[in-house]
């Protein structure tokens, strides 16, 4: 039971210093074999973690690798500008249908999304009073 290090190396990965870790790893009955890398960069470490079965990670492994080593600072601009979505709570104030409410208040997801965020069903009728997530950008 537990975990157990098979390998681990100290490489850098695109110019930041990590340490790239191949482990097993008890998961109920069955044992997991996987790759963690902790990388330094720009003051902080980062962790990404894959796993899969123990007897397919060969065929993984270099997706695991290729995954790792693609870590580095974003540089598209496009990327760097995009802003996260709002949620915000609304009181209902008239009935009416979810897409109804998506629509009134231009829900930045779809109407499935908004009501997985609000534990309804996508065709749930909202009552006056109540309280709903909205999501904008």
């Given at each position: ?5 098979l390998?681990?190396?100290?490489q ?9 870790t191949v482990f097993?790893a008890?998961a109920?009955?069955d ?5 963690v890398?902790h ?7 980062y ?21 790792i080593?693609?870590f ?6 496009a990327?760097l500008?995009v ?22 208040y231009r ?8 009501a997985?965020?609000?534990q309804?069903e996508a065709?749930a009728t ?5 309280l709903v997530?909205?999501?904008?950008s």
């Amino acid at each position: 039971p537990g975990t157990r290090v098979l390998t681990s190396t100290r490489q850098p990965i695109n110019g930041s210093p990590a340490v790239i870790t191949v482990f097993d790893a008890a998961a109920g009955q069955d044992i997991v074999r996987g790759m963690v890398a902790h990388i330094s960069f720009a003051g902080r470490t980062y962790r990404l973690l894959g796993y899969t079965p123990q007897a397919r990670f060969n065929a993984y492994a270099r997706q695991l690798e290729a995954v790792i080593s693609s870590f580095g600072p974003v540089t598209d601009p496009a990327v760097l500008q995009v802003q996260p979505n709002r949620i915000d709570v609304v009181e209902v104030q008239t009935r009416m249908t979810l897409e109804a409410f998506a629509n009134q208040y231009r829900a930045a997801v779809p109407v499935a999304e908004l009501a997985r965020i609000n534990q309804l069903e996508a065709s749930a009728t909202l009552e006056p009073g109540m309280l709903v997530k909205r999501v904008s950008s």
